[in-house]
């Protein structure tokens, strides 16, 4: 029994040795992966920062009234028509860009510079003056009275610096109303006008249609309206909609009802020798706007972190 001592001792020692060297050659298990850290949901409606803008629009109405002060009558003479009948002034369109603030997931305001194409106008002013007298009448053939009509046709160009607040009223599906009302100066210039008259200086009567019919009569052509330059008010009413187009990148499409006030003329001179005050245009639009927000920084979520690279083993 002694003598198998050490030949077991022996084959023990190699047999350990020999289970050593085969765990030897496997490698430790990977270490496991850390999770994943939690990214927050995109807000796109939440977020506040910095922003510019862009527009362009159309006005598909056009409202405007002229206005001018009142004529003197002649002497002995009563006024029974005096002003514009007749106003027209073509709708235009126009482009902004601007800077604001979104302040919260709601508000936001911003300052823009618009430039608005030319507008064409139109204007019939009518003067008839009775005599107090032996005045006309309609249907008679005797009295003193005076017509005068006077077409007036040129350009207005404007452009106005706006001040605009708006609140989004909710996000659906990424889409978000808002209500928004401005405030700024709109800067008119208006030139190329001429009075084209025409008028009646002394009529002996009245017609049923209206018209004063005898009498010396003058035609008064390409009487020159002195271009002028003037500022005024303006204010403005929006509705619309915003979409988001990317993360930064936001949608507007929107109505704006704008006022900028009156656009003033020059001097009319008249190339009979007289010179005539001026008169003013007032003009209200209905626009229709698209532009794009460009949101410049925020409290965006960051984006999610790569995937860890992982070795094979």
């Given at each position: 029994m002694?003598k198998?001592?050490?030949?077991?001792?022996?084959?023990?020692?190699?047999?350990?040795?020999?289970?050593?060297?085969?765990?030897?050659?496997?490698?430790?298990?990977?270490?496991?992966l850390?999770?994943?850290?939690a990214?927050?949901?995109?807000?796109m409606g939440?977020?506040s920062?910095?922003y510019?803008?862009?527009?362009l629009?159309v006005?598909?109405?056009?409202?405007?009234?002229?206005?001018?002060?009142?004529?003197?009558?002649p002497?002995g003479f009563?006024?029974?028509l005096d002003?514009f009948?007749?106003?027209?002034?073509?709708?235009?369109?126009?482009?902004?860009?601007?800077?604001?603030?979104q302040?919260?997931?709601?508000?936001?305001?911003?300052?823009?510079?618009?430039?608005h194409?030319?507008?064409?106008?139109?204007?019939?002013?009518?003067?008839l003056?009775?005599?107090?007298?032996?005045?006309?009448?309609?249907?008679?053939?005797?009295?003193?009275?005076?017509?005068?009509?006077?077409h007036?046709?040129?350009?207005?160009?404007?452009?106005?610096?706006?001040?605009?607040?708006?609140?989004?009223?909710?996000?659906?599906y990424?889409?978000?109303p808002?209500?928004?009302?401005g405030?700024g100066i709109?800067?008119?210039?208006?030139?190329?006008?001429?009075?084209?008259?025409?008028?009646?200086?002394?009529?002996?009567?009245?017609t049923?249609?209206?018209?004063?019919?005898?009498?010396?009569?003058?035609?008064?052509?390409?009487?020159p309206?002195?271009?002028a330059?003037?500022?005024?008010?303006?204010?403005?009413?929006?509705?619309g909609?915003?979409?988001?187009?990317?993360?930064n990148?936001?949608?507007?499409?929107?109505?704006r009802?704008?006022?900028m006030?009156?656009?003033?003329?020059?001097a009319?001179?008249?190339?009979?020798?007289?010179?005539y005050?001026?008169?003013?245009?007032?003009?209200?639009e209905?626009?229709?706007?698209v532009?794009?927000?460009?949101?410049?920084?925020?409290?965006?979520?960051?984006p999610?972190?790569?995937?860890?690279?992982?070795s094979?083993?």
């Amino acid at each position: 029994m002694g003598k198998f001592s050490p030949l077991f001792f022996a084959g023990a020692v190699l047999a350990g040795l020999a289970g050593a060297a085969h765990a030897a050659d496997l490698l430790p298990p990977p270490p496991a992966l850390p999770a994943a850290p939690a990214v927050a949901p995109m807000s796109m409606g939440g977020d506040s920062g910095w922003y510019i803008r862009g527009d362009l629009g159309v006005a598909v109405s056009n409202t405007t009234t002229w206005t001018g002060p009142a004529a003197t009558p002649p002497a002995g003479f009563a006024t029974v028509l005096d002003g514009f009948n007749q106003e027209y002034l073509t709708g235009d369109a126009f482009a902004d860009v601007g800077a604001g603030y979104q302040f919260n997931s709601w508000l936001r305001a911003d300052v823009t510079a618009e430039l608005h194409g030319s507008q064409s106008g139109n204007g019939v002013t009518t003067q008839l003056f009775n005599s107090t007298t032996t005045p006309c009448v309609v249907g008679g053939t005797t009295g003193s009275c005076q017509y005068y009509q006077d077409h007036f046709n040129g350009e207005v160009h404007t452009q106005a610096l706006m001040l605009n607040a708006y609140a989004d009223v909710g996000t659906w599906y990424g889409i978000s109303p808002y209500v928004g009302a401005g405030v700024g100066i709109a800067r008119h210039t208006t030139d190329g006008f001429l009075d084209n008259g025409a008028n009646v200086a002394a009529g002996t009567g009245l017609t049923t249609g209206g018209g004063v019919t005898g009498g010396p009569s003058a035609v008064v052509l390409y009487n020159p309206v002195s271009a002028a330059t003037n500022y005024s008010f303006a204010w403005a009413l929006m509705a619309g909609l915003s979409f988001d187009v990317t993360q930064n990148l936001k949608m507007d499409i929107g109505y704006r009802y704008i006022d900028m006030g009156k656009a003033k003329t020059g001097a009319d001179n008249c190339l009979c020798g007289v010179t005539y005050p001026g008169f003013a245009i007032a003009a209200h639009e209905h626009d229709v706007r698209v532009g794009l927000r460009w949101l410049l920084a925020g409290d965006y979520p960051p984006p999610p972190p790569p995937a860890p690279i992982v070795s094979r083993y």
